[in-house]
Each structure stands twice: as C-alpha cells, then as structure tokens.
C-alpha cells in the first residue's frame, strides 16, 4: 500500500526509498525464484546484496523471451498461489507473455493517487467504454462492490444506436465524474458526439489507456466531452506506471512502486531528454520479481519540473513500441512513435488508422474517416511522408476499411508480417 506523503517527499528520499526497495526486491528474487538463481549466478557482489545503483547496473536485463519462456521458473516459491492473479498479454506488440500480479500490493491505491489529483472521489459516480461487454456475473459483483456509487458501461464493439442513445441518456443522468477506457473506443465515441452534435455531461478527466494517444485525438476527444484528457503509461505487466497531473506537463512517475530506466543499447543510462529502450523494474511484485525488464517500448526522462509541485519524476508519453516498426530492404527502421509524431497532423479526420507491412516489405495504410470527411487530401500526404521517410524504397498504398484489423482487445497501430 502507497502512502500518499511519498509522492511529496523531497527528491533525494523519495531516491532512497526507490533504491531500497530495490534491494529487497533483488535479494527476494535470488533467494526465491530458481529462474533469477540461475540468471545471477555470475554476479559477484558480496553476500548477493547491491550496494550501489552501480551494482544494479551491472544486472543483466529481462527479456521478453526469457519472460514467455520461464513462467513457472520466475515464480517465487514462498508466496501463496492464492495471492496471486495471472495476466496475459494480448499479442498485438508480438508473442503474447504471463505474468502473475500480486495481491498483496493491488495496483487501486496508485489509481485513486491519480484520480486524487484530478479532485475525482471514490464515492463519484464513473463511466467505463470497453470493447465488448462484460460477463454478466462480472457486471453484478461490479455493481455490489461499488455499491450506492453509480457505473455505466458501453461496450463499444459495433454498438447499434439505440445502445449509445440508452449509454447518453444514463451518463447524462448520473453525471460521472470519470471516463475511463481504450483510446480507440473512447475516441470512436468522442467522434459520434461530435458528428451527430451531442452533449453530455461533462467529467471531470477522460482516462485513456492501452494505446498511444495522436494530439489531435486528445483535442478531438476534449472539445466532444468539454473535459480534459489525462494520457497515462502502464501495461499488462506492470498495470500504472505514469501519469498525468492535470499540468499534463509530462507523465509523473510512481518512483515509490515502479522502477523505470531509459537505456542505449548496452543498458546503460542515457541523458534526460533523450530517448531510450525502457527497462521496468516492479517494486511491488515479489510474488512474479520483474526485474530490468525490457518490455520493448522507447521513451526519455524530462529534466523539468511541474508546477504542481510533487516530486514524482517526469517521463514523456510512450508513443509506440520500440519492437513494431516499418523496415526497408536496405535495413532502415522506422519507429512507431516516429510515424505518430509525423502523422499527428493529419488525424482529425480519420477514426482510426492502422499500418501493415507486408513480406515484400511494401505497406498499406488502412483507415476508418470520419462520417461524410473527405479524407483524400490528407492520407494521400500520409502516404507520400512514408514513401519520403523511407526514402522511396517501400511501395505504400492506402485502402480505406470499415474496421482496422483486432489483435486481442486492441488494435496496434503497425502490424508486420515481416
């Protein structure tokens, strides 16, 4: 459980308290996962311990084949099964991986830390937009759980119009402080308030998760829900590592319960304002030990500060995956949140937009507009901005679609079948 005063501590403590749970996590894992016994066999640091942030540098990250292939292996010993919660991943970045959660630390308290910021309650009525509904038995315990606390669900799979009307007509009604869900859904639902000039009830944040989020998008979904958008970076592994405050100056990090390093190519430490691979490190965990795991995005430490005054570090927004990316035959690689930046200008008009890269290396820029947009102009300039950044050595073509292509419960924005 988070204490609500470390994220006002000053910056040297608040480092203390990161390194020292560092430290127990380390000695946990070798003391009771068989996987990392093998994996730091080679270290040589007195009595298994780290004494320097040197030392924990010289720990030889995770991968994610090493994570799908040693399940059972990293799994600690002495915690109880029935503490424990598995989670998969969906495979829309590459091979789906497990993990298993512990219990004991849930990750609610760093939610309502978040929520906290943006003056949104535990006893405020919330509304959720998921993909496709909820077990019924799921939507009752739900229910019970949150009890007198009013919810409202949209499952946003290809809803009909009296489903959204009805999901209008109670969000109106109980007048949700909260609205959580999906990037694509949320911004789909944004697009069908503002094409058929709806109005709700303001919230007072929109939550968005499990995608990159387009500025434009952001802009987009303000405007239609007259509320700001809080963008956030967590994961299936490690489920909240950053996020807004409502400076929405950068991402603060949660330093108390996660452990975030941007790294060259030696894992080694780059300078803030820099970009590099990300390693995580879950502080909160000892039931599965995540230690320097390289999950495969890309991201930089801002050495700024935020004028909300909490001492939580702040990263930039996780704009892609560092393991999707457009290559060229002559081995050119073209980042994720490289095509994000370049495209952000042209994305008001389009629901959705999805890049899939066949074997003869040649890409097709799938897209969704907008109700009665002419979106001509814009993905003929997308189209051209690949060809340029891939200096004319790929075939990209466009091909509108009804929906983009679904991997698990998310639609990734590259798909490669490279």
């Not at 070798?30 to 080679?42: E, P, Q, R």
């Not at 497990?98 to 919330?126: A, C, F, M, Y």
């Not at 499952?155 to 109106?172: E, G, H, I, M, R």
């Not at 968005?208 to 956030?232: H, I, N, W, Y």
Request: glycine share 4%; hydrophobic share 40%; aromatic share 10%.
């Amino acid at each position: 459980m988070y204490q609500k005063s470390n994220e006002n501590l000053i910056q040297r403590d608040l480092d203390g308290l990161n390194f020292k749970k560092r430290q127990e996590l380390f000695k946990h894992a070798i003391k009771y996962s068989d996987f990392y016994k093998k994996k730091y066999a080679h270290l040589d640091f007195s009595n298994i311990e780290l004494a320097t942030n040197d030392d924990f540098l010289k720990i030889p990250p995770l991968t994610r084949d090493e994570l799908r292939l040693n399940f059972e292996d990293i799994k600690s010993s002495n915690v109880n099964l029935n503490k424990c919660r598995k989670a998969s991943t969906s495979g829309s970045t590459g091979p789906s991986v497990s993990v298993l959660h512990d219990k004991r630390h849930p990750e609610t308290p760093i939610r309502w830390r978040i929520l906290n910021w943006w003056g949104i309650e535990p006893w405020e009525n919330q509304a959720f937009i998921y993909r496709f509904k909820k077990p019924l038995w799921e939507r009752i315990a739900n229910s019970i759980m949150w009890w007198p606390t009013k919810r409202v669900f949209l499952a946003a799979a290809n809803p009909s119009s009296k489903q959204l009307a009805t999901f209008v007509k109670t969000f109106n009604k109980i007048k949700p402080t909260l609205l959580q869900g999906y990037v694509d859904v949320v911004f789909e639902f944004a697009l069908y308030l503002l094409d058929n000039k709806i109005k709700i009830h303001p919230p007072k944040m929109v939550w968005v998760t499990s995608a990159p989020l387009f500025e434009e998008q952001r802009q987009l979904m303000e405007k239609a829900f007259g509320a700001p958008v809080c963008d956030q970076y967590g994961n299936t592994e490690i489920m909240l590592i950053a996020a807004e405050c409502p400076e929405q100056n950068g991402l603060h990090i949660m330093q108390d319960t996660v452990h975030i390093e941007f790294v060259d190519a030696n894992n080694q430490p780059v300078p803030a304002n820099t970009s590099g691979k990300v390693l995580l490190t879950d502080l909160t965990n000892f039931a599965f030990p995540l230690i320097r795991y390289e999950i495969g995005d890309e991201g930089k430490y801002l050495d700024r500060k935020c004028a909300c005054g909490r001492s939580l570090p702040l990263m930039d927004n996780i704009k892609g995956r560092q393991s999707k990316q457009i290559v060229t035959p002559s081995g050119l690689q073209i980042k994720g949140e490289h095509l994000m930046a370049m495209f952000d200008g042209h994305m008001k008009l389009f629901r959705e937009i999805q890049l899939q890269q066949q074997q003869d290396y040649s890409v097709c820029i799938f897209y969704v507009p907008r109700k009665a947009e002419k979106t001509g102009v814009e993905i003929d300039a997308m189209v051209h901005l690949l060809k340029q950044r891939a200096r004319f050595e790929i075939t990209v073509r466009h091909e509108k679609v009804e929906h983009v292509t679904r991997v698990g419960k998310k639609s990734p924005f590259i798909i490669s079948d490279l």
